[in-house]
């Protein structure tokens, strides 16, 4: 890995295994690592996609349990998808931290014409992205699989529009639901193309399953599989009922979150005045941290901190600002 800002400690246990994918590598997209699932039936074309940051092998879990069953779809086709590759085949439990990427954050390269771009550098991250980028475009649905640097509750991300938190609701699945536009340093690629046109009806979600390695977030990643796969149509609706329970959750039991303020690292002097985990709710004017001689307050009410960053490095973001949102 090429980046030194990624070495430093960890301080979580490495609770579960990511598993060899080498048996992925040739498929049948004319891509390594992606490979596409047709029922022969008309239907949504459905993307999965994992370890868009190598150091989270939770959604590479939950893929490789499905094609390890043999599942197939019912109706349409399902891709499923190994992205970050390089970075994921270096992960080292004794150095979890350092394989998030080989040279730059593979999901903030998907706002218009960054791919296109001949002038920018040429990452590794760049040319996979570029490798991929047709089938990202071609899904209906996608369902990108994160988890998180601290232990939070998962969350789903739902993306910038009312149509994917709409999506979020309707997958029978409580789990927190946020909207937010994502980072000031570079687009989604939840968010890439027609996922974030409001007249599409393509859509998009990115669940974050907890803690990067602790246990329950693969258990997570394949519960949202599995609710996902049902959702969409490509798999019936007792699939996976022996691993998750067929109970109704209406969707008045989701709760909605809304980013409105996103802080982003200015100086090489960040420090939150706490040791946050995420999801944790202060009152408007408490202290948050402070960016060199700036302090940042909470903004709202009750503000709900999401996803504070341990890379307190200008550019990235070191935190989402939050509020109870509540959608008609």
């Known amino acids: 890995m090429n980046d030194p800002r990624l070495d430093y400690a960890?301080?979580?246990?490495?609770?579960?295994?990511?598993?060899?994918?080498?048996?992925?590598?040739?498929?049948?997209?004319?891509?390594?690592?992606?490979?596409?699932?047709?029922?022969?039936?008309?239907?949504?074309?459905v993307l999965v996609t994992a370890v868009v940051h190598g150091n989270e092998p939770c959604?590479?879990?939950?893929?490789?349990?499905?094609?390890?069953?043999?599942?197939?779809?019912?109706?349409?086709?399902?891709?499923?998808?190994?992205?970050?590759?390089?970075?994921?085949?270096?992960?080292?439990?004794?150095?979890?931290?350092?394989?998030?990427?080989?040279?730059?954050?593979?999901?903030?390269?998907?706002?218009?014409?960054?791919?296109?771009?001949?002038?920018?550098?040429?990452?590794?991250?760049?040319?996979?992205?570029?490798?991929?980028?047709?089938?990202?475009?071609?899904?209906?649905?996608?369902?990108?699989?994160?988890?998180?640097?601290?232990p939070c509750v998962p969350l789903m991300m739902a993306g910038m529009l009312d149509k994917g938190i709409t999506l979020a609701k309707n997958l029978n699945y409580e789990i927190k639901v946020i909207t937010d536009t994502g980072h000031k340093e570079g687009m989604r690629m939840r968010d890439y193309g027609d996922f974030s046109n409001p007249e599409s009806k393509k859509n998009a979600l990115l669940v974050e399953c907890g803690q990067h390695w602790e246990k329950s977030s693969e258990d997570v990643a394949i519960e949202t599989l599995i609710k996902f796969l049902r959702h969409t149509g490509v798999m019936d609706n007792d699939f996976g009922e022996d691993i998750i329970s067929n109970e109704i959750v209406s969707s008045n039991q989701i709760e909605v979150f809304k980013v409105g303020e996103i802080v982003t690292i200015k100086t090489n002097n960040f420090?939150?005045?706490?040791?946050?985990?995420?999801?944790?709710?202060?009152?408007?004017?408490?202290?948050?941290?402070?960016?060199?001689?700036?302090?940042?307050?909470?903004?709202?009410?009750?503000?709900?901190?999401?996803?504070?960053?341990?890379?307190?490095?200008?550019?990235k973001t070191a935190v989402r600002l939050a509020y109870s949102y509540s959608v008609d």
């Open 10 to 45: 960890n301080e979580y246990p490495v609770e579960i295994s990511a598993p060899d994918i080498s048996g992925y590598r040739k498929t049948n997209t004319g891509v390594d690592y992606i490979l596409t699932l047709d029922s022969g039936f008309s239907g949504p074309h």
């Open 59 to 150: 959604g590479a879990i939950a893929i490789d349990w499905y094609l390890k069953n043999n599942f197939r779809p019912k109706k349409g086709k399902l891709t499923l998808g190994f992205m970050n590759i390089e970075a994921y085949l270096a992960f080292d439990p004794a150095n979890p931290n350092r394989t998030r990427w080989v040279d730059e954050d593979f999901n903030r390269l998907w706002a218009p014409g960054v791919l296109e771009d001949k002038s920018r550098r040429k990452t590794y991250e760049f040319f996979r992205a570029n490798e991929i980028k047709h089938i990202i475009a071609d899904a209906n649905f996608l369902l990108d699989i994160h988890s998180m640097q601290k």
């Open 271 to 315: 420090k939150f005045e706490k040791n946050w985990q995420g999801f944790d709710k202060l009152t408007k004017g408490s202290v948050i941290g402070k960016d060199g001689d700036q302090i940042i307050y909470a903004p709202f009410e009750e503000t709900i901190l999401i996803m504070p960053t341990k890379r307190l490095f200008p550019g």
